[in-house]
Protein backbone atom coordinates (compact mmCIF):
# COMPACT_ATOMS: atom_id res chain seq x y z
CA UNK A 1 0.00 0.00 0.00
CA UNK A 2 2.35 2.45 0.79
CA UNK A 3 5.13 3.76 -1.83
CA UNK A 4 7.84 5.80 -1.76
CA UNK A 5 9.63 7.03 -5.00
CA UNK A 6 12.71 8.86 -5.54
CA UNK A 7 13.66 11.65 -8.28
CA UNK A 8 16.42 13.74 -8.64
CA UNK A 9 19.49 11.47 -9.31
CA UNK A 10 22.40 11.39 -12.12
CA UNK A 11 25.50 11.83 -13.18
CA UNK A 12 27.80 15.41 -12.04
CA UNK A 13 31.45 16.57 -11.76
CA UNK A 14 32.74 17.08 -8.79
CA UNK A 15 32.08 20.38 -6.73
CA UNK A 16 28.76 19.86 -8.05
CA UNK A 17 25.14 19.67 -6.68
CA UNK A 18 21.78 17.40 -6.62
CA UNK A 19 18.79 17.75 -5.50
CA UNK A 20 16.79 14.48 -4.57
CA UNK A 21 13.00 14.69 -3.84
CA UNK A 22 11.23 11.34 -2.19
CA UNK A 23 6.97 11.41 -2.38
CA UNK A 24 5.11 9.14 -0.02
CA UNK A 25 1.67 7.72 -1.07
CA UNK A 26 -0.76 5.70 0.25
CA UNK A 27 0.12 6.88 3.86
CA UNK A 28 1.68 10.30 4.26
CA UNK A 29 0.39 11.31 7.73
CA UNK A 30 2.02 10.71 11.38
CA UNK A 31 5.39 9.97 9.76
CA UNK A 32 7.76 9.71 12.42
CA UNK A 33 11.25 9.74 11.02
CA UNK A 34 11.85 10.28 7.36
CA UNK A 35 15.32 10.21 5.78
CA UNK A 36 17.66 9.34 3.32
CA UNK A 37 20.18 6.25 3.13
CA UNK A 38 23.19 5.38 0.57
CA UNK A 39 24.76 2.09 -0.87
CA UNK A 40 27.59 1.12 -2.71
CA UNK A 41 28.71 -2.03 -4.32
CA UNK A 42 30.43 -4.59 -1.65
CA UNK A 43 29.16 -1.86 1.25
CA UNK A 44 26.16 -1.92 3.67
CA UNK A 45 23.25 0.37 3.55
CA UNK A 46 24.37 3.27 5.60
CA UNK A 47 22.36 6.39 7.00
CA UNK A 48 22.84 9.99 5.39
CA UNK A 49 20.41 12.42 6.54
CA UNK A 50 16.95 11.73 9.03
CA UNK A 51 14.48 14.05 10.18
CA UNK A 52 12.88 12.99 13.47
CA UNK A 53 9.16 14.01 14.51
CA UNK A 54 10.09 16.61 17.86
CA UNK A 55 6.94 17.92 18.33
CA UNK A 56 3.62 19.64 16.29
CA UNK A 57 5.26 20.55 12.92
CA UNK A 58 8.97 20.50 14.34
CA UNK A 59 11.77 17.87 13.08
CA UNK A 60 15.20 17.28 14.81
CA UNK A 61 17.95 17.09 11.35
CA UNK A 62 20.65 14.21 12.09
CA UNK A 63 23.30 14.25 9.64
CA UNK A 64 25.71 11.54 8.89
CA UNK A 65 29.68 12.86 9.85
CA UNK A 66 30.56 12.73 6.22
CA UNK A 67 27.71 15.16 4.75
CA UNK A 68 27.74 17.80 7.53
CA UNK A 69 28.03 21.17 5.81
CA UNK A 70 27.38 19.63 2.42
CA UNK A 71 23.96 18.20 2.19
CA UNK A 72 20.40 19.52 3.92
CA UNK A 73 17.31 17.31 4.35
CA UNK A 74 14.36 19.00 4.12
CA UNK A 75 10.57 18.44 4.36
CA UNK A 76 8.82 18.97 0.92
CA UNK A 77 5.99 21.98 0.61
CA UNK A 78 3.81 19.15 1.03
CA UNK A 79 3.10 16.32 3.10
CA UNK A 80 4.59 13.08 3.01
CA UNK A 81 7.84 14.69 0.75
CA UNK A 82 11.34 15.30 2.02
CA UNK A 83 13.75 16.41 -0.23
CA UNK A 84 17.95 16.20 0.39
CA UNK A 85 19.99 18.76 -1.47
CA UNK A 86 23.30 17.52 -2.16
CA UNK A 87 26.42 20.53 -2.48
CA UNK A 88 30.07 20.78 -2.68
CA UNK A 89 29.47 16.52 -3.87
CA UNK A 90 32.94 14.65 -4.46
CA UNK A 91 33.79 11.14 -6.18
CA UNK A 92 33.37 9.07 -3.00
CA UNK A 93 29.22 10.11 -2.62
CA UNK A 94 28.84 8.11 -5.78
CA UNK A 95 25.96 5.78 -4.47
CA UNK A 96 22.43 4.68 -4.78
CA UNK A 97 20.17 7.08 -2.56
CA UNK A 98 17.04 5.30 -1.00
CA UNK A 99 14.22 7.15 1.12
CA UNK A 100 13.14 5.69 4.11
CA UNK A 101 10.49 6.77 6.35
CA UNK A 102 9.22 4.73 9.68
CA UNK A 103 5.98 4.81 11.76
CA UNK A 104 6.69 4.93 16.02
CA UNK A 105 3.87 3.43 18.32
CA UNK A 106 4.59 4.22 21.43
CA UNK A 107 8.28 5.72 21.30
CA UNK A 108 9.10 2.29 19.02
CA UNK A 109 9.32 1.91 15.66
CA UNK A 110 6.25 -0.11 14.04
CA UNK A 111 6.45 -0.06 10.48
CA UNK A 112 9.56 1.16 8.16
CA UNK A 113 8.89 1.78 4.21
CA UNK A 114 11.97 2.12 1.53
CA UNK A 115 12.15 3.36 -2.20
CA UNK A 116 13.47 1.74 -5.12
CA UNK A 117 16.24 4.39 -5.22
CA UNK A 118 17.98 6.60 -7.25
CA UNK A 119 21.74 6.51 -8.33
CA UNK A 120 23.90 9.10 -8.21
CA UNK A 121 27.58 9.46 -9.60
CA UNK A 122 30.06 11.93 -8.79
CA UNK A 123 32.84 11.92 -11.55
CA UNK A 124 36.87 13.87 -10.76
Known amino acids: QVQLVESGGGLVQAGGSLRLSCTVSGRSDQINVMGWYRQVPGNERVLVAT???????????NYADFVKGRFTIARGSTDGTVTLQMNSLMPEDTATYYC??????????????WGQGTQVTVSS
Open 100 to 113: NIKYHRERKPEFEY
Open 51 to 61: LTQAGVGAYRH
